[in-house]
Structures are given as C-alpha cells and as structure tokens.
Nanobody
C-alpha cells in the first residue's frame, strides 16, 4: 500500500503562483511514475503532468510552460510548481503514483487539494 498526502493548495489571484507537494509513504518504489491530475466541478478528471522514474515528463498542453513537475526521491515527494495561474486552473488537484508490468500493476491516488484562482 502507498499513501499519498497532498498539500499546498489554496486561494491565489490570477497571475500568481503556488507549489503543490505530495508526500508518499508506505510501499513506494523508486520506479513508480508519479503525477498530478485535476478535476474541476462538472468536468472529468484530467492529466496535468506526470514524471517517470527516469525523468520523462508528460505535460498537458493547457499548462505547458506554466507548470513544472519535479520529484525528490530521497523524500518520496513530488512537486507541482504552478506559475501564471489562470481562473481556469481552479480545480481539485490529485496526486497519483502508478506502475504496471505484464505481471502486476499498482495505482494509488491522494485525497486531493483545492486550488482556487480568482480573476
């Protein structure tokens, strides 16, 4: 089992910045992919950014150039630096860690942290 706890959400004005953190505990393995997803009211959950253990990233076009994902394996923590925030970035942001092979898979989610961007 892996437990994920997000922090760093809050209320910010448009154009501002926030940094989200996700601390993992339990049976986390260094080769798991870690990522951030978000869900706005009335919308489906969507990918924001993921980061594999070898440094490959996948970043949504809507946040490319504004958001940066990083991880500190020593601290079992993944970060999302969010700059130039827009009202449409308002959502609950979820941390996720996952990995799969032909023999098994894992998929864990955090409880989410709210980000509200005012215009």
């Amino acid at each position: 089992q892996v437990q994920l706890v997000e922090s760093g959400g809050g209320l910010v004005q448009a154009g501002g910045s926030l940094t989200l953190s996700c601390a993992a505990s339990g049976s986390l393995r260094s080769w798991y992919t870690m990522g951030w997803y978000r869900q706005a009211p009335g919308k489906q959950r969507e990918l924001v950014a993921t980061l594999t253990s070898n440094g490959n990233t996948n970043v949504a076009n809507s946040v490319k150039g504004r958001f940066t994902i990083s991880r500190d394996n020593a601290k079992n923590t993944v970060y999302l630096q969010m700059n130039s925030l827009k009202p449409e970035d308002t959502a609950t942001y979820y941390c996720r860690t996952f990995w799969s092979s032909v023999w098994s898979s894992v998929d864990y989610w955090g409880q989410g942290t709210q980000v509200t961007v005012s215009s």
